[in-house]
Nanobody, 122 residues
Framework: VQLVESGGGLVQPGGSLELSCVTS????????MGWVRQAPGKGLEWVST????????EYADSVKGRFTISRDDAKSTLYLRLTSLKAEDTAMYYC????????????????RGQGTQVTVSS
């Protein structure tokens, strides 16, 4: 299982970013995928989960209405669009899966990538 995130960076408050996660080593299209994050000095926080097929997605209250998760099964790639960014969104963002159809609403995914850093600062 390989999960490789990219797209992070330094952005001003109110700005936007799109994170990507290219996957390999498993049949991406049949599994639930998610994003979790870890801010400096804090534990892992669940951000969003998307079901196989992409028709069902859920978000943490802290990002609802600002972030959008999506997937491209043909490219085995997961995305997270971040808008209206706030300083409190500063964190390492991880793509995650448990190779399961179970819809996880917590940071307890079994596999995570190496992460991509998002820093929101003026």
């Amino acid at each position: 299982v390989q999960l490789v995130e990219s797209g992070g960076g330094l952005v001003q408050p109110g700005g936007s970013l799109e994170l990507s996660c290219v996957t390999s080593g498993f049949t991406f299209s049949i599994y639930v995928m998610g994003w979790v994050r870890q801010a400096p000095g804090k534990g892992l926080e669940w951000v969003s989960t998307i079901a196989a097929g992409g028709e069902v997605a859920e978000y943490a209250d802290s990002v609802k209405g600002r972030f959008t998760i999506s997937r491209d099964d043909a490219k085995s790639t997961l995305y997270l669009r971040l808008t209206s960014l706030k300083a409190e969104d500063t964190a390492m963002y991880y793509c995650a899966t448990s190779l399961s159809a179970y819809f996880i609403r917590s940071p307890d995914f079994y596999y995570r990538g190496q992460g991509t850093q998002v820093t929101v600062s003026s």
